[in-house]
């Protein structure tokens, strides 16, 4: 329990919790501690102070009153090179609980959590082990059972840490968790397990920077209730390249439109204000942006990704390598707020195609010249570098998603590390063992000598600690699980969300104004497979009658997906002689592509043959051509009778083969059913406007440069509109504001 302290003067209360206690001060940091750890409290002038490291004395790190940057420096220098090693490591993904097999599987004091009686809020052996054994302190956390459930969860994490070393707190992670599910509904008066918002993209629709910023500002709120400091978000990357598979994640393609919604949604999660604040705009509200993919991983030749190696090269035909950098030097890197930066950047795994003046050939995070000369020289970026996860890794063959050591495939593990050390990372995505690192140490070493080494390893490690040290971690990283139930979800986010939502849809077609339909009339929805509606009935009764088939209905609503082109690569090609890759085809019949180019730009693998990946005569299908004839027979079954299609969009597609056949058009960018209904029945308007181009046809995605935004030519639908950048329809017609007076 708490050590009795010299009670003259004292400016502090004791506030005991089920598993922890909090010290709260008049004019000092509040500490949270947990009793058993072993931590000791010490005073000074009246105030109290964890000691960390348990040697008695208050040494600098452990004083709230000096500034982040002294503490981190300070404790950089008290850290064993293993220490340091783990802090260099960011964990594999977590569930919470973890299952007892599969990819995310851990054991319980040597069995499943059920066998062992444990709660669901335990530490697995695997976590423990990382935590203990590595030293690790960066945890990735993906999916958690409850609000509450996490919370308790974090606690344990830092109750298990704080007795180990130098007591440095667990600093836990997410990528984005506030996607929508489209079949929930949204009532008013409810919660939810979180707010639920528009996808990246379908933010950007909304054109509003200062909506993206509110969203920052309610999901850092849930972030830090359910103990996340760190976001692997913002996705800045310019997506230029319309076939991508992760356009869906950007803010589009337009470099003004994008930068100012990377520089909002940093400021919204960054920003601490009023007690909250400890110092420059950090604080116990803030969490850390990772920005992510430098120097923008868009331009992907033919559309592929770099997950895989068949889609590891940017390249840059246009010559436009310098605009995908501006959402990180004119946005990331000069925000509004006090934070000024985002705490971090991860490099994508992709090889930037003609980019590095030496010529080598290598992932970003292996770069040199991308890393340390660009970033850290050039823009004076002096956050941490996190790596893309599993880079170090090994991979089976160009199909598989495992390992992405691109450039590197012939080296170690370890020399793998050592590479990315010498480009000027911090961390490691992905990696729970230390050994690698230490043997990267080791390697700098021989070659630069160990006070070298050490500086290197140092100056990683302030970079790290600043993040938690501002945080306030180091003070409190412990949570109220009542407070992250009644914070994670609560009817006032969940709102902010669904205004959201209903903000994100565009209507892209109203032939004579179908829409808005009124509320009175008879609906027929077309079965989307497997005898299945693609609305909850009690949610459209809501708003129609259901009509059970088109002879009886006033109009109807045809959901569908956009096409299904693929990946950009078929393992049957490649056994049947050809070279493995196919076009990815952003419409639903068969297509050939004539026009792709004769030689790939780029190309090259251990694992392949030829350098080239062009696909220039092959044919492709897409994968859900059903949605095709689902609109199209929903147009024959009703006659006359309007049409409306919802397209869940997440990137470009061509219109063409079904925009004559509907009435009316909307994309939903992630949002829930409700919200589109909302819409087509009028309660609400629709103000969105398209953040990216919608292409007339194949031959110009083909022939349009991979890293230049807005060079397609544009459908133009029966009514004369062109499904241009920044068009949208509101129920007057054409949207002509000031959003589009500045963007377009």
Same mark, same amino acid.
């Given at each position: ?42 005073? %000074? ?122 007591? *440095? ?28 918002? /528009? ?14 910023? !509110? ?48 520089? +909002? ?27 992510? #993919? ?12 770099? #997950?895989?190696?068949?889609? !590891?090269?940017?390249?840059? =035909? ?137 500086? $290197? ?10 993040? *938690? ?11 109220? =699980? ?21 903000? %994100? ?15 009175? $009339? ?27 088939? =088109? ?31 196919? /076009? ?9 592509? $004539? ?5 790939? *730009? +780029? ?142």
């Amino acid at each position: 329990m708490l050590p009795i302290l010299c009670a003259c003067g004292r400016k502090w209360t004791v506030e005991p919790h089920d598993t922890y206690c909090l010290i709260r001060q008049d004019g000092g940091q509040t500490l949270g501690y947990f009793p058993g750890s072993g931590v000791r409290i010490l005073y %000074s002038d009246g105030y109290a102070f964890k000691d960390l490291n348990r040697n008695g004395i208050l040494d600098c790190y452990e004083d709230w009153r000096y500034t982040p940057e002294e503490r981190a420096e300070d404790l950089a220098k008290r850290l064993s090179v293993e220490e340091i090693a783990g802090l260099m490591l960011y964990s594999s993904h977590q569930a919470v609980p973890t299952d007892s097999v599969g990819y995310w599987s851990s054991t319980y004091n040597g069995t499943s959590l059920r066998e062992s009686g444990l709660p669901h809020s335990a530490v697995s052996d695997k976590q423990r082990k990382f935590l203990r054994d590595d030293n690790l302190r960066a945890v990735l956390v993906v999916r958690v059972e409850s609000p509450r459930i996490a919370a308790e969860w974090n606690n344990n994490m830092q109750a298990f840490v704080e007795g180990l070393g130098q007591g *440095i707190p667990v600093n836990i992670s997410s990528d984005p968790r506030n996607e929508t599910r489209a079949w929930a509904e949204y009532n008013a008066g409810s919660g939810g397990k979180i707010s639920l918002w /528009p996808s990246p993209l379908g933010l950007a629709a909304t054109f509003d920077p200062e909506l993206v910023e !509110k969203f920052g500002r309610i999901a850092s709120a849930e972030y830090r209730a359910l103990g996340i400091a760190t976001a692997l978000s913002p996705q800045i990357d310019l997506a230029t390249e319309p076939r991508w598979n992760r356009f869906y994640g950007t803010f589009g393609e337009d470099p003004d439109l994008d930068t100012d919604m990377a520089r +909002a949604y940093i400021d919204g999660f960054q920003t601490s204000v009023g007690a909250a604040e400890i110092a420059d705009g950090w604080g116990y509200e803030s969490v850390n942006a990772m920005v992510k #993919h430098w120097p923008g991983g868009g331009p992907e030749e033919g559309g592929r990704d770099a #997950h895989f190696s068949f889609g !590891k090269y940017t390249v840059y =035909p246009g010559g436009n390598f310098e605009q995908h950098i501006r959402p990180f030097v004119e946005g990331a890197f000069r925000l509004n707020g006090k934070t000024r930066k985002a705490a971090a950047v991860m490099p994508y795994y992709t090889v930037s195609h003609g980019v590095d003046p030496s010529g080598k050939k290598v992932g970003n995070g292996f770069s040199k010249y991308i890393v340390t000369d660009l970033l850290r020289n050039r823009y004076g970026y002096n956050g941490v570098v996190c790596t893309d996860w599993g880079i170090t890794h090994d991979y089976s063959s160009i199909e598989e998603a495992d390992g992405k050591c691109w450039g590197v495939e012939a080296l170690s593990i370890p020399q793998r590390h050592y590479e990315a050390l010498k480009a000027g990372v911090d961390q490691f995505g992905g990696n729970n063992d230390k050994g690698p690192v230490l043997e990267a140490y080791r390697m700098w070493t021989a070659e630069f000598g160990e006070k070298s080494a050490r500086e $290197r390893f140092e100056r990683s490690a302030i970079r790290l600690l600043l993040n *938690i040290f501002r945080t306030g971690l180091f003070e409190n990283p412990y949570v109220d =699980p009542d407070r992250t139930e009644a914070t994670v979800g609560n009817p006032e986010f969940m709102q902010a969300g669904y205004e959201a939502q209903l903000r %994100s849809v565009v209507l892209l077609k109203n032939r004579a104004g179908t829409l808005p339909a009124s509320t009175r $009339r008879s609906v027929y929805l077309p079965e989307c497979g497997q005898s299945r509606l693609p609305v909850d009935t009690s949610l459209v009764k809501q708003y129609y009658e259901l009509a059970e088939s =088109p002879e009886n209905a006033d109009f109807a609503i045809v959901f569908i997906d956009e096409p299904d082109g693929g990946c950009g690569y078929d393992a049957a090609d490649r056994e049947k002689g050809g070279n493995g890759y196919v /076009p990815i085809s952003l419409q639903y019949g068969d297509y050939t592509a $004539r026009h792709a180019r004769p030689e790939s *730009i +780029a190309g090259g693998d251990p694992k392949e043959p030829s350098i080239d990946r062009s696909y220039r005569g092959k044919t492709v299908r897409s994968s859900n051509r059903e949605e095709l004839k689902r609109v199209l027979g929903t147009k024959r079954q009703m006659g006359d009778k309007p049409v409306v299609a919802v397209v869940s969009t997440t990137r470009p597609f061509v219109p063409a083969e079904f925009e004559p056949s509907a009435d009316a058009i909307l994309l939903a960018f992630g949002v829930q059913r409700q919200a589109v209904l909302d819409i087509i029945s009028g309660r609400r308007e629709p103000s969105a406007l398209l953040p990216m181009q919608l292409p007339a046809d194949m031959k110009t995605v083909e022939q349009q440069h991979e890293d230049v935004p807005r060079d397609m030519v544009c459908y133009t639908d029966s009514e004369g509109n062109t499904y241009d950048f920044a068009f949208g329809l509101d129920w007057k017609g054409v949207i002509r504001d000031a959003r589009v007076e500045k963007y377009k």
